[in-house]
Each structure stands twice: as structure tokens, then as C-alpha cells.
């Protein structure tokens, strides 16, 4: 299984702006972003393939959350802008051994987790 560590979570006020950080051990083919807040299920942010950098988002934060990569450094990314309260959550990186057409932002497809860190925006 792939090692996956984040960084970068913290505590900002609404309308301000987060990056986050995962660093990979290992090739994936998928990379994403999910968030799991207190007493909701676990969601899919961002997902983007390792081998072309296709993206894609889910809905509630598409324009302002954008997923990238640098595979020279094996680290995948979360550039967070206009955060607002309900983008509080634990964010956790994961990654899958196969892309899907479109993207998986499905917990399910994703066998290598992160620990996660924490998100908290302020109104």
C-alpha cells in the first residue's frame, strides 16, 4: 500500500485561503481529496490521474478548490480559496491503483488513506 501523509490543515477565517499537502510513497493512478465533518459521512472533494492530470470535483467546490500534482516530488495538492464554514471538516488524502473514467470520488475505490488534517474556517 502506498503511504500517504497531509499537512497544511489549520484554522482560518471565512473568505480566506488553505493549501494542503500529501506526500505519497509509491505510483498511483488516482489521487483525491475527501473530508469527513463531524457526524456526516466521509465526501469526495478532488480527484486528478497521477499519469495526465486530468481533474475532477465535486460540486460544492468546484471554482474555488483546485487538486494538482507535482510527481516529481510525489506529492499531490489542495489549493482552497473563498473557504467558507461549511468547508470545515478533517481532510484526508487517499489514492487507488486504477483510474475510472471521469474520476472516482467514491471512499469506496480508494484502498490507501491518509491520516488526515484539520480544516476549520470561522465565520
Known amino acids: 500500500q502506498v503511504q500517504l501523509v497531509e499537512s497544511g490543515g489549520g484554522s482560518v477565517q471565512a473568505g480566506g485561503s488553505l493549501r494542503l499537502s500529501c506526500a505519497a510513497s509509491g505510483y498511483t493512478y488516482s489521487k483525491a481529496w475527501f473530508r469527513q465533518a463531524p457526524g456526516k459521512e466521509r465526501e469526495g472533494v478532488a480527484v486528478?490521474?497521477?499519469?495526465?492530470?486530468?481533474?475532477s470535483y465535486a460540486d460544492p467546490v468546484k471554482g474555488r478548490f483546485t487538486i494538482s500534482q507535482d510527481n516529481a516530488k510525489n506529492t499531490l495538492y489542495l489549493q482552497m480559496n473563498n473557504l467558507r464554514p461549511e468547508d470545515t471538516a478533517m481532510y484526508y488524502c487517499a489514492a487507488a491503483a486504477r483510474w475510472w473514467d471521469g474520476g472516482s470520488l467514491s471512499a469506496h475505490d480508494y484502498s490507501s488513506w491518509g491520516r488526515g488534517t484539520q480544516v476549520t474556517v470561522s465565520s
Open positions: 486528478i490521474y497521477t499519469g495526465g492530470g486530468r481533474t
